[in-house]
């Protein structure tokens, strides 16, 4: 059995929708970012980082396990799929993975902090961020008219890139013109363990086109970010 904790964010997602797909038992713990729970001793035990998502592996002497691209890895690793063995596509799955840890995820990430959270809007950062985000996704709609999925067949790597990129509205990023890009969305979507993974810990309502849960949404990740 798996312990879950995290909240309905885009990198706890990826730990959820990689836990659905490789049809691993977990518990979800709901983490109230707002309130600071993820800084409180007993979570730091877990993650000295004080961020979600982890996950405790019981069947493994209660391992803890912290950074959602060592999630993904740990948990792929652990059943042998969605993450080949041979050297090649392991290598092709692994950088997309990383790609993702290393840029769409913080540029995005960025991206919302100026674009929606700052009080102040720093037009020159917003610029700044929407508009590496939108080079990036433009990196993987090249990749995607290649192959249908980031590695060679569908993996962790999709996962991770997709749980960010389905979020481009929030961050204020335009995909007109990236058809490769809207088909592997549209596909990803379709998927059950996609669905079902990103209304964990709880289903959100839709922050892009409900106007007082964007402004609540705001609200809490202002006061997180203050810590």
Known sequence: ????????????????????????????????LSKNVQKEEWFLALNPNGRIPVIVDRDCDNLAVFETGAIMIYLAEKTGRLLPA???????????????????GPMMGQANVFFRYFPEKIQPAID????????????????????????D??????????????????????????????????VMKERPA?????????????????KEAAEKFAERARKSLQT
């Open 194 to 210: 996609c669905r079902k993974g990103c209304e964990v810990p709880m289903k959100s309502p839709s922050i892009t086109q409900d």
């Open 86 to 104: 041979a050297a090649a596509p392991r290598a092709r799955v692994i950088e997309w993975l990383m790609f993702q840890m290393g840029g769409v």
């Open 153 to 186: 067949d569908y993996s962790i790597a999709d996962i991770a890139n997709w749980c960010w990129v389905r979020t481009y509205k929030w961050s204020g990023v335009n995909i007109e013109g990236l058809p490769n890009l809207r088909r592997w969305l549209d």
């Open 1 to 32: 059995m798996i312990d879950l904790y995290t909240s309905p964010t885009p990198n706890g997602w990826k730990a959820s929708v990689t836990l659905e797909e490789l049809e691993l038992p977990y518990e979800a713990t709901a983490i109230d």
């Open 128 to 151: 700044r961020y929407q508009n590496e985000s939108r080079r990036l996704f433009e990196v993987l709609d090249r990749r995607l008219g290649e192959s249908e999925w980031l590695g």
